[in-house]
Every structure is written in structure tokens, then in C-alpha cells.
């Protein structure tokens, strides 16, 4: 695939220039427009060097910043162990360098969707809603879409597209908003002093310009985002060998009426789906950041023969026409195509009981930082992260139960076959936390960090992500 990587740092870089261009011209005529015969030069070096600043933004933080807009929260194995699983999964499968960092979304559409720069800092982030509604099949083929996103290096390209498309809207909406209120006067009287037909001319191009660049910036960026779509495809069918586990999943998502109201125009292509499905019914294909999910369903589901590249162009052809041409001649040509698989034995919702919407509501509590106590008359608890107590008196029997923490055991008690270096405080003793349950359950390392315990958490011990000392789980 080195020719399909190849041409997709072409395509980012084109991209990249030309909304650049689509910016100096719309900083030169809004500069000149406000400050004849000479403001235009002013105009460029400005976007010029807000360019510069957005470029940079969007190389070191645009990853952050993408993750911030969406809400996402980071989270470990152990408040997840299936998710991260199948993320490890997709991760060797792939041959990435690093396990992508996990996020999750408070939302209840089901969707997902990868940032980052390169492969070594690329994160994956799923919404509530995807984990409800998947069994593990289908979660496994988002997630595989989302690592080929990775894999073919188009990350950087949307991140960057996303925050340059962004600057644009930002400064033509700037320019509109001057001449709404007030700008129209300055300009009248700049005319005055001036004269000639110019710079009224000169006003009109930039008043155009300014409403067409983002509509122009917008339409190539969607352009090549729907190509990168299948290519994403095409890569989760090779990663998971099970074209249906992705196809099971897009149906499911596009079945899903919730929206996600707060994710806007740049963060939108992200995204294995459309997240605001009003506004994508109401935009044409000319104007959808992505495919028809029926057309990418019905290509999922024509493949046959293997689950090569070759297989998926050819399904492409099929149904999007016999003269439809997606892959580079090098992907076509590979030698060692993986056999298909059948589905998972699991075809439940989960491996583990976070399934219900209870159980999603009770995730994101944990990753928001909520303490999970079971008082002993059996009333469970869910503590806010500003409680601020090391107590609690139960609502129902009135009983005050003490928030857990581990304790400090003699250092003949490190297991057989565990590094005590590993297990050992500086007394040379070992934490140890006694589990009381098989829900939900908290309790804080010694260094006052709050540590979670799922539902499916089967481990013998677990690391806190302050201190980084390793606490044993009995």
C-alpha cells in the first residue's frame, strides 16, 4: 500500500496549499477592500501569519483539539477491558507501532472516529451509544475503519483540513459580520477620500469571495474525505477479515436517529458517519462529508472470492459502476490475501455486563471520576469527584462507610512468579485491595488517586496512573 500512502501525503499536501491559497486571497481582498489602493498586501501578510499559527496548531495540539470539541474522555483497560481489546486487536493486526490511546464520548449515537499526527500518538475515540448498540463483530469493525484511517495516514490530513477549513469560516464570517454592522460605513468613507469605481468593485470580489471560500474550502475537503471513507473500508475489511462486521455496524448506525448537535462542520468528517444526521439528510452528495452508507453497506456486502484489496475494487466496480476506480495498481497486486473468517461465537452486545444503558451511564461516571461503594445492607453508591469526604452515611440504614484505600501488606506476601521491584513501596511492602463485588467498585491508591474497578476487570492487579505504583486485586 506504500503507493496508496504515497498518494495521500500528495493529496493532504494539495489540500493543505490550496486552502492556504483560498485564505491569502481572502485575506488580500478583504484587506484591500477595507484599506485601498494598499491594505491587500497588509491583508496577505496577516492570513499569512495566521496561516502559520493554524499550521502549527493543528501539527502539535490539532489532535487535542478535535478530541476537546468532541467531549472525549481517555480511558484504560480496566474501565473497558473489550474496547481496548479490540483496539489491541486491530493494533497488531495492523502492525502500528503503539496501542492508539482510547477515548469515549457521553453521546448516544452510535459513531466514532481517529485523530492524531502520526501512527505513534494516534488516538481512536467511540461514542456511548456504539458501545450500547455493537456486539463485538461489529465494534471490531469500526474500530478496524478508524485504524485504517490510521494506517493510511489520513489523520494528519483531516485534522489539518478540519482546522484550516475552521480559520476560514472564522475569518470570512469575521469580514461579514464588519460589514453588517458598521463596516459598510468605514468603507463609504474611505471611498469618499479615494475616489474612483475601485474600491467599490474591490468590496463586492471580497464581499463573494468571502461567502464562496468556505463553500469552495468545504467542497474539496468533502470531495477527498468520501474517497478516504473507502479506503477506510477497504482496509477493515482486509484487518478483520469479516466484511459483515462492519456492514452490520453502518447499518445499525445509520438506523440510529439520535444526533450529535455540538460536533460542527470541520470536526464532521471525522467521523465513521455523518454525527448530525438532519444536516446530512438535508445536504446533497455534491455537499456530504461522507458516502451513502447504503452504497458502503452494499459494497461490504458484494465482496466475494477473499477479502483482498482486489476483492473490495472489484465490489466497488460493481456497484458504483464498471468504470469505478478506487485502489492503486500496487494494493491490487498483493500476494498474500487473508482468508475470510465466520462470525464470533460472542454475538451478544458484549463480552462483558456493560451492555444496558445502566451500565453505559455507570461508565461514564467512572471516567468522569464518580467513587462506586457498596454499603453492607446492599445499597450501591455512586459518589460525584467533589465530594471531598473520606465518608459517606448510607441514605438507607444511615451507616457511615469509609471510602476504600489500599492497604500496606509485609513484603513476603508478593505472589510466586511477580517481580516484587514491581509490587514494593519504599518500606518494602506491597499495596493490596481486598474486592468486595462484581460490579462497579472504587477505591484510591495511596497517593489519593481514585482507581476504578469494572465489571469485567478479571486482572490480579492494577497500576494508578499518578504514582504509577501497582496495587494487587484479590
Same mark, same amino acid.
Request: glycine share 8%; hydrophobic share 45%.
Given at each position: 500500500?506504500?503507493?496508496?500512502?504515497?498518494?495521500?501525503?500528495?493529496?493532504?499536501?494539495?489540500?493543505?496549499?490550496?486552502?492556504?491559497?483560498?485564505?491569502?486571497?481572502?485575506?488580500?481582498?478583504?484587506?484591500?477592500?477595507?484599506?485601498?489602493?494598499?491594505?491587500?498586501?497588509?491583508?496577505?501578510?496577516?492570513?499569512?501569519?495566521?496561516?502559520?499559527?493554524?499550521?502549527?496548531?493543528?501539527?502539535?495540539?490539532?489532535?487535542?483539539?478535535?478530541?476537546?470539541?468532541?467531549?472525549?474522555?481517555?480511558?484504560?483497560?480496566?474501565?473497558?477491558?473489550?474496547?481496548?481489546?479490540?483496539?489491541?486487536?486491530?493494533?497488531?493486526?495492523?502492525?502500528?507501532?503503539?496501542?492508539?490511546?482510547?477515548?469515549?464520548?457521553?453521546?448516544?449515537?452510535?459513531?466514532?472516529?481517529?485523530?492524531?499526527?502520526?501512527?505513534?500518538?494516534?488516538?481512536?475515540?467511540?461514542?456511548?451509544?456504539?458501545?450500547?448498540?455493537?456486539?463485538?463483530?461489529?465494534?471490531?469493525?469500526?474500530?478496524?475503519?478508524?485504524?485504517?484511517?490510521?494506517?493510511?495516514?489520513?489523520?494528519?490530513?483531516?485534522?489539518?483540513?478540519?482546522?484550516?477549513?475552521?480559520?476560514?469560516?472564522?475569518?470570512?464570517?469575521?469580514?461579514?459580520?464588519?460589514?453588517?454592522?458598521?463596516?459598510?460605513?468605514?468603507?463609504?468613507?474611505?471611498?469618499?477620500?479615494?475616489?474612483?469605481?475601485?474600491?467599490?468593485?474591490?468590496?463586492?470580489?471580497?464581499?463573494?469571495?468571502?461567502?464562496?471560500?468556505?463553500?469552495?474550502?468545504?467542497?474539496?475537503?468533502?470531495?477527498?474525505?468520501?474517497?478516504?471513507?473507502?479506503?477506510?473500508?477497504?482496509?477493515?475489511?482486509?484487518?478483520?477479515?469479516?466484511?459483515?462486521?462492519? @456492514?452490520?455496524? !453502518?447499518? +445499525?448506525? $445509520?438506523?440510529?436517529?439520535? #444526533?450529535? &448537535?455540538?460536533?460542527?462542520? *470541520?470536526? /464532521?468528517?471525522?467521523?465513521?458517519?455523518?454525527?448530525?444526521?438532519?444536516?446530512?439528510?438535508?445536504?446533497?452528495?455534491?455537499?456530504?462529508?461522507?458516502?451513502?452508507?447504503?452504497?458502503?453497506?452494499?459494497?461490504?456486502?458484494?465482496?466475494?472470492?477473499?477479502?483482498?484489496?482486489?476483492?473490495?475494487?472489484?465490489?466497488?466496480?460493481?456497484?458504483?459502476?464498471?468504470? @469505478?476506480?478506487? !485502489?492503486? +495498481?500496487? $494494493?491490487?497486486?498483493?500476494? #498474500?490475501? &487473508?482468508?475470510?473468517?465466520? *462470525?464470533? /461465537?460472542?454475538?451478544?452486545?458484549?463480552?462483558?455486563?456493560?451492555?444496558?444503558?445502566?451500565?453505559?451511564?455507570?461508565?461514564?461516571?467512572?471516567?468522569?471520576?464518580?467513587?462506586?461503594?457498596?454499603?453492607?445492607?446492599?445499597?450501591?453508591?455512586?459518589?460525584?469527584?467533589?465530594?471531598?469526604?473520606?465518608?459517606?452515611?448510607?441514605?438507607?440504614?444511615?451507616?457511615?462507610?469509609?471510602?476504600?484505600?489500599?492497604?500496606?501488606?509485609?513484603?513476603?506476601?508478593?505472589?510466586?512468579?511477580?517481580? *516484587?521491584?514491581?509490587?514494593?513501596?519504599?518500606?518494602?511492602?506491597?499495596?493490596?485491595?481486598?474486592?468486595?463485588?462484581?460490579?462497579?467498585?472504587?477505591?484510591?491508591?495511596?497517593?489519593?488517586?481514585?482507581?476504578?474497578?469494572?465489571?469485567?476487570?478479571?486482572?490480579?492487579?492494577?497500576?494508578?496512573?499518578?504514582?504509577?505504583?501497582?496495587?494487587?486485586?484479590?
Amino acid at each position: 500500500m506504500w503507493e496508496l500512502i504515497s498518494q495521500n501525503k500528495r493529496r493532504s499536501f494539495m489540500l493543505f496549499v490550496v486552502m492556504g491559497a483560498i485564505l491569502l486571497t481572502l485575506g488580500y481582498l478583504i484587506g484591500a477592500a477595507y484599506l485601498p489602493p494598499d491594505g491587500g498586501v497588509f491583508g496577505i501578510l496577516l492570513a499569512a501569519i495566521v496561516w502559520g499559527i493554524m499550521s502549527a496548531v493543528s501539527y502539535f495540539n490539532g489532535d487535542s483539539v478535535m478530541l476537546k470539541i468532541a467531549g472525549a474522555t481517555e480511558i484504560t483497560r480496566e474501565v473497558h477491558p473489550q474496547l481496548y481489546n479490540v483496539v489491541e486487536e486491530m493494533k497488531i493486526a495492523g502492525s502500528l507501532p503503539r496501542v492508539p490511546k482510547v477515548y469515549i464520548i457521553d453521546s448516544s449515537a452510535p459513531n466514532a472516529f481517529a485523530t492524531g499526527r502520526k501512527a505513534e500518538n494516534a488516538s481512536i475515540a467511540v461514542t456511548s451509544g456504539l458501545l450500547t448498540k455493537m456486539n463485538r463483530d461489529e465494534l471490531q469493525g469500526v474500530v478496524a475503519h478508524e485504524t485504517g484511517h490510521i494506517l493510511n495516514r489520513d489523520i494528519l490530513f483531516i485534522t489539518f483540513a478540519g482546522v484550516m477549513l475552521g480559520t476560514i469560516v472564522i475569518v470570512s464570517d469575521i469580514f461579514l459580520r464588519g460589514m453588517r454592522f458598521g463596516g459598510s460605513r468605514r468603507f463609504g468613507s474611505s471611498k469618499s477620500k479615494n475616489g474612483g469605481q475601485g474600491a467599490a468593485i474591490m468590496l463586492i470580489v471580497a464581499l463573494v469571495f468571502a461567502i464562496l471560500a468556505p463553500i469552495m474550502a468545504q467542497l474539496l475537503y468533502f470531495a477527498i474525505s468520501r474517497r478516504r471513507e473507502y479506503l477506510a473500508d477497504a482496509t477493515a475489511v482486509r484487518l478483520t477479515r469479516y466484511p459483515e462486521g462492519l @456492514a452490520s455496524a !453502518l447499518e +445499525k448506525i $445509520a438506523a440510529s436517529t439520535e #444526533d450529535m &448537535p455540538r460536533m460542527n462542520k *470541520a470536526i /464532521a468528517p471525522l467521523f465513521i458517519a455523518n454525527p448530525v444526521k438532519a444536516a446530512g439528510a438535508r445536504m446533497s452528495n455534491l455537499t456530504s462529508t461522507h458516502p451513502p452508507i447504503t452504497e458502503r453497506i452494499a459494497i461490504l456486502r458484494s465482496i466475494a472470492g477473499g477479502i483482498g484489496y482486489l476483492n473490495y475494487q472489484q465490489a466497488f466496480a460493481k456497484t458504483k459502476g464498471n468504470n @469505478a476506480h478506487l !485502489l492503486p +495498481k500496487s $494494493a491490487l497486486e498483493e500476494k #498474500d490475501v &487473508p482468508s475470510p473468517r465466520t *462470525a464470533s /461465537a460472542d454475538v451478544t452486545t458484549g463480552d462483558s455486563p456493560i451492555a444496558t444503558k445502566r451500565d453505559i451511564n455507570d461508565l461514564l461516571r467512572a471516567v468522569n471520576g464518580f467513587l462506586f461503594m457498596t454499603c453492607s445492607c446492599g445499597l450501591k453508591m455512586k459518589i460525584p469527584p467533589d465530594f471531598g469526604k473520606e465518608s459517606i452515611k448510607c441514605p438507607r440504614c444511615n451507616q457511615v462507610n469509609k471510602i476504600p484505600t489500599t492497604e500496606l501488606v509485609a513484603a513476603s506476601a508478593v505472589l510466586e512468579g511477580i517481580g *516484587a521491584s514491581n509490587r514494593k513501596d519504599a518500606g518494602g511492602e506491597e499495596a493490596v485491595y481486598h474486592r468486595q463485588t462484581k460490579g462497579w467498585e472504587s477505591f484510591k491508591c495511596i497517593c489519593g488517586r481514585a482507581i476504578q474497578l469494572s465489571p469485567a476487570f478479571a486482572g490480579e492487579s492494577i497500576k494508578c496512573s499518578n504514582c504509577g505504583r501497582v496495587t494487587q486485586v484479590r
